[in-house]
């Protein structure tokens, strides 16, 4: 990789570049192009970018994280008490380890080391609706979200981090309509009742050897239009190479967040833009006895906003390499596929 000076956009230029947004915050529209396009440049090779000067306060990460980790370290009954229930596909509240595979429908393998708590903005009251849901799903997709009952600080701190981070998606998301020559608000009426999970995935200590081809995080898309993740800097995500068909670390940088494209992206861009598989290997032996913590928001447009390829992304004479989807519809399918 090879650094640039710390004055322009791209601080670090490599696979998994490293951007500095923060002229894009507050900007005129060219300011705003410049840091679009080298997005777009990292969203049509790697599909993942590093992103600095995103302005969300370094406390809130940092107590996010401290909220998360007590939770974790509780006995493991305590935790139970606050566990998805079997069969329900609103993934909402506390999932053990191993229960579970975040693979890709065309990847086989044991269940994830992987503990994980997760909450929707659907499960917030209010915020569903049977305009916004159509009247099949209301019912399901409405219940609400699950919270510790003996620890206020950990529902505060989720709602507060999950708003940061919505609009930080949100600019992110007219930064990727710039970067595809698009209107800049060209996809504000599609993610302005979106559907977004907030996660804290725990990967605990691994004792002893796992089962053959087991990772904390098996190899994996994501579903939406993109992820915004914070890692701790023992590392270990990798995105995988479809040039060399080898994985390649994702930089840890104190103060970022690693964002990557997911499966509608490449939809509305006809591949254009690469929803990149990802994993969480197992570490070395030598490292296994510490635990990691990840928080992915996950982007996903509004459940009836139709996703299909955009002309821009078509030469004369070809044709869309996927069928148009709905976000709620495609959604589902994943999480049928991932948790069954």
């Known amino acids: 990789m090879t650094s640039v000076r710390s004055a322009d956009v791209v601080l670090v230029d490599g696979y998994v570049p490293v951007i500095d947004i923060s002229s894009s915050i ?5 300011q705003r192009k410049s840091v679009a396009n080298a997005i777009a440049q990292a969203c049509a090779t790697s ?38 229930p079997p069969g329900d596909v609103t993934i909402r509240g506390f999932y053990g380890t191993p229960s579970y595979v975040a693979a890709s429908d065309d990847v086989d393998t044991a ?6 708590y997760t909450v929707c903005r659907l499960g917030d ?8 849901l159509g009247a099949d799903d209301f019912d399901v997709w409405s219940r609400p979200n ?4 003996d620890a206020p600080e950990f529902k505060e701190t989720w709602q507060e981090y999950y708003d940061v981070l919505e609009a930080l998606s949100a600019h992110l998301m007219r930064l990727f309509a710039l970067g595809l020559a698009l209107d800049e608000d060209f996809f504000d009426d599609k993610i302005d009742d979106h559907i977004t999970n907030l996660t804290v995935n725990y990967y605990p200590a691994v004792d002893g050897e796992p089962e053959p081809g087991q990772y904390r995080k098996g190899p994996h898309s994501d579903w939406g239009t993109l992820t915004v993740l914070y890692q701790d800097d023992s590392g270990g995500l990798e995105v995988l190479d479809r040039a060399s068909d080898e994985w390649v670390p994702v930089p840890v940088i104190p103060g970022s967040f690693v964002v990557n494209v997911g499966d509608l992206m490449e939809v509305w861009t006809n591949n254009r833009w690469r929803s990149a598989k990802h994993r969480v290997p197992v570490p070395p032996a030598s490292v296994r006895s510490r635990p990691r913590v990840s928080m992915p928001y996950f982007h996903q447009p509004n459940w009836l906003a139709r996703v299909e390829c955009l002309p821009s992304c078509l030469e004369d004479g070809e044709d869309p390499l996927h069928e148009p989807v709905y976000s709620g519809e495609y959604l589902l399918h994943k999480i049928q596929m991932a948790y069954s």
């Open 26 to 30: 507050g900007a005129e529209l060219s």
């Open 47 to 84: 599909g993942f970018f590093v992103i600095t000067g995103h302005g969300v306060p370094q406390e809130l990460v940092a107590r996010m994280e401290r909220v998360c980790v007590d939770f974790f370290g509780r006995p493991w009954e305590d935790k139970e008490r606050f566990a998805v």
């Open 111 to 116: 269940p994830d080391l992987c503990e994980l």
């Open 125 to 132: 009251p209010g915020v569903a609706t049977v305009e916004s």
């Open 146 to 149: 699950v919270w510790p009952d």
